[in-house]
T-cell receptor, first 116, second 113 residues
Framework: SQQGEEDPQALSIQEGENATMNCSYK?????LQWYRQNSGRGLVHLIL?????REKHSGRLRVTLDTSKKSSSLLITASRAADTASYFC????????????????FGQGTILTVHP | GAGVSQTPSNKVTEKGKYVELRCDPI?????LYWYRQSLGQGPEFLIY????????DSGLPNDRFFAVRPEGSVSTLKIQRTERGDSAVYLC???????????FGPGTRLTVT
């Protein structure tokens, strides 16, 4: 079963605007990751944020994590038509040894459409 | 270097048939994962291998599903007596160690008619 829920389910914006997607999860985590998927096939890893981090940046991407609210957000600034894709958050729990457990639990995704 | 590859890219089979889906991970990656993605949903975990052994198979939906990784590299997901509900994209991923970043293959789209 899916752990996370993403919001909104679909987002449509114009090129140059910012896009914000949210993810909520249910259990304690080791880290949270965001992935992009084009055309329903392979997933591309975007960014990983650990449970002791609150914010992380990578190029035009900004991810925040609030473990008290069990939620994360992904912000894409100055969006481009090429950013059109589905975006998923995925969580990894901590194993008995204190490191990240391999299995990822994905949310249902946000479909982002960026109009030129 | 080469990424994760999966074959076939598409598979159409009749209800009740047996299918095998293959995954070639990135060379040297010890951890390998299988996920299943239905239309409009996020991927759902099926099983993951650390080396040759299944470290966690809690996501396999029933005993019609089985996966092997006999030499710690290539893995095969096997589905017996396929049902229409098995139709989905089956994704494979590998990582250098368990818990590190996963690299996904392009998936195999399975259609059961």
């Amino acid at each position: 079963s899916q752990q996370g829920e993403e919001d909104p389910q679909a987002l449509s914006i114009q090129e140059g605007e910012n896009a914000t997607m949210n993810c909520s999860y249910k259990t304690s985590i080791n880290n949270l990751q965001w992935y992009r998927q084009n055309s329903g096939r392979g997933l591309v890893h975007l960014i990983l944020i650990r449970s002791n981090e609150r914010e992380k940046h990578s190029g035009r991407l900004r991810v925040t994590l609030d473990t008290s609210k069990k939620s994360s957000s992904l912000l894409i600034t100055a969006s481009r038509a090429a950013d059109t894709a589905s975006y998923f958050c995925a969580t990894a729990m901590t194993n008995a040894g204190g490191t990240s457990y391999g299995k990822l639990t994905f949310g249902q995704g946000t479909i982002l459409t960026v109009h030129p | 270097g080469a990424g994760v590859s999966q074959t076939p890219s598409n598979k159409v089979t009749e209800k009740g048939k047996y299918v095998e889906l293959r995954c070639d991970p990135i060379s040297g990656h010890t951890a390998l994962y299988w996920y299943r993605q239905s239309l409009g949903q996020g991927p759902e975990f099926l099983i993951y291998f650390q080396g040759t052994g299944a470290a966690d198979d809690s996501g396999l939906p029933n005993d019609r599903f089985f996966a092997v990784r006999p030499e710690g590299s290539v893995s095969t997901l096997k589905i017996q007596r396929t049902e229409r509900g098995d139709s989905a994209v089956y994704l494979c991923a590998s990582s250098s160690t368990s818990g590190s970043q996963q690299y996904f293959g392009p998936g195999t789209r399975l259609t059961v008619t």
